[in-house]
């Protein structure tokens, strides 16, 4: 019996209506970039200091410049640059004291500098800002500071929980329906984050926003990948992956133009609005209808596709009625992911997988910004590694396969992170341009974690097995702000040991999944188990499959 790949083949693979459907979901993957790394501009931390009332105005009868005040001033203020006494502490003495010194103050206050005790900052800070952040609003600094890690954890941890309950609906309700709500839920959210006051309610909200925003990134990328036939399938998931990468790029300039961050979430929430018009542009995915057993429904979607597309649907395939092996609808459960040795495998690597690729993605970014430079630039750079990486992935897929460019990029990432903690940090370009590669290689693991992982489980737990499985992103995306700025204290360098641990052991573990090039989508948990055994490309299946099928009626 023919398949959807095969109906796909002769109303269009990749014509007028899948570009159309894929066009306006790339726009929704961009969208979600404000969402996934926004902490980078919304929480960025500028330079800072403890404000010292008297200070000022002593400096301005003394007529100091700026750095002269700061050397006098702040404690450890000097060649080595600011650590956490100089933000984080301030002199225990009274700079309105008549008779006191501009060459040498602190010497004319106390005699002795050593015995100048140092308090905490309780006047406030002063910020070395152009703009405002949620840093700045809410003095998320010195004993504080894991106040920042929580608003990027809140997210993740929004990501994670949603994970589960929102593939299920994709799974069970249809992708459109999952699309629409979780679009409305996310626009509601990042609206009140704007005008809320306090600091609970923006995690809170934050948190919200994580439950619905990853699902609906990843259910649009499931409609993308399951309304194209299968030789553009591997093109269509990379670049949705690419068009984040795009929404990057968009993010970082809208950023430098609007430095406060209230206005900032405001701008890159409003446009979200018009995705509620999708209602009318987005078809619900005919494969999924099959597994459901709403044939009809399904065979006019694939109607309006061949019209779209131009083309005319043959007699043959008209009335076809798409029959599950089973003879019965699919419902999707949990216990399916591991209930079989080959499910149960792909999924433990492929959580593995994600949690690693999680950790490594967000980690870099976030340690890059701990290193003196334009927040801007060092975004923008970061950002830019992502399209060869891509180009790379396009290349080498249908050449070598999924499997071991999956591996080399995880390998190469966690060497990268190793190298780059072994060069001096007088050698910085070379620091840099190693870290770029490390970058490079864990955005190819990222992307092809996503794409493989829709390969490797049947159509009707196909949401379900990429939200399971892609909920160890999110629990890598809790933990790692605290892996990462906790351990720059130990040594700046230690998070990417981790790092290289992390991406060196999920390299070897992708060599143990099986190659998914050339093969159709998995329709049932039996394919998946038979995959190993499946070396005959697509054409010559259909065509053992039908004559089979003759045999059997005769």
């Known amino acids: 019996m023919p398949t959807l790949d095969d109906i796909l083949e002769n109303v269009g693979e990749f014509d007028r209506f899948q570009k159309q459907t894929f066009f306006v979901l790339c726009l929704l993957s961009a969208a979600f970039t404000p969402v996934y790394v926004g902490v980078v501009f919304f929480g960025f931390i500028p330079e800072h200091r403890c404000f010292s009332p008297g200070v000022a105005e002593l400096s301005q009868r003394c007529g100091w410049s700026l750095e002269e005040q700061l050397n006098h001033t702040v404690p450890e203020w000097g060649s080595h640059g600011a650590g956490f006494s100089s933000r984080c502490r301030r002199y225990e003495v009274e700079w309105n004291t008549t008779g006191i010194s501009c060459t040498d103050p602190l010497s004319s206050l106390m005699g002795n500098k050593s015995a100048i005790p140092l308090g905490p900052c309780r006047d406030g800070w002063v910020y070395d800002s152009r703009g405002t952040s949620l840093v700045t609003e809410f003095n998320l600094v010195c004993e504080d500071s894991w106040k920042l890690d929580l608003f990027q954890s809140s997210v993740n941890a929004g990501f994670f929980i949603g994970s589960i309950n929102i593939g299920y609906i994709a799974d069970r309700f249809g992708r459109k329906f999952c699309l629409l709500n979780t679009i409305l839920a996310n626009v509601v959210c990042g609206i009140f984050l704007v005008f809320v006051p306090t600091y609970l309610w923006i995690v809170i909200l934050r948190f919200l926003q994580g439950l619905v925003s990853k699902g609906c990134w990843t259910a649009g990328y499931i409609l993308v990948t399951e309304v194209v036939g299968p030789k553009y399938r591997r093109t269509v998931g990379i670049l949705y992956q690419t068009a984040f990468s795009v929404g990057l790029l968009v993010f970082d300039a809208i950023a430098y133009a609007i430095p406060h961050w209230r206005w900032l979430q405001l701008t890159v929430t409003l446009p979200s609005c018009f995705f509620l018009l999708y209602y009318w542009c987005l078809p619900e995915s005919p494969r999924w209808l099959i597994s459901q057993g709403k044939n009809d429904k399904a065979m006019k979607i694939v109607s309006d596709m061949a019209k779209k597309n131009q083309k005319k649907m043959p007699s043959h395939l008209e009335d076809i009625k798409f029959e599950e092996e089973d003879g019965r609808k699919q419902s999707p459960s949990l216990i399916d992911l591991v209930k079989t040795p080959q499910m149960r495998k792909n999924t433990l690597i492929l959580m593995y997988n994600w949690f690693t690729s999680s950790i490594l993605y967000q ?37 070598v396969g999924r499997r071991y460019p999956w591996a080399a990029a995880n390998l190469v990432a966690g060497a990268a992170c190793l190298v780059t903690a072994l060069i001096p940090e007088d050698i910085h370009w070379l620091k840099v341009f190693a870290a770029c590669i490390g970058r490079m290689g864990i955005t190819m693991a990222f992307e092809m974690v996503c794409f493989v992982n829709t390969e490797l489980y049947p159509t009707y737990i196909r949401n379900l097995g990429v939200m399971v499985c892609s909920s160890l992103c999110d629990v890598g995306g809790v933990i790692v702000p605290f892996i990462v700025y906790r351990l720059v204290e130990v040594w700046h360098d230690l998070p990417l040991i981790v790092f290289t641990v992390l991406g060196l052991i999920a390299g070897g573990l992708v060599l143990l999944l099986p190659e998914t090039k050339g093969r159709v989508l998995p329709e049932t948990v039996e ?16 065509y053992l499959h039908v004559q089979t099928s003759e045999v059997a009626h005769d």
């Open 363 to 399: 980690g870099l970014i976030m340690h890059m910004g701990l290193a003196a430079g334009n927040m801007y630039l060092d975004f923008l750079y970061s950002a830019l590694v992502e399209f060869p990486a891509a180009f790379i992935i396009i290349v080498t897929i249908d050449r």
């Open 527 to 542: 394919d998946v188990e038979n995959f190993h055994g499946q070396n005959a490309p697509k054409a010559k299946k259909i």
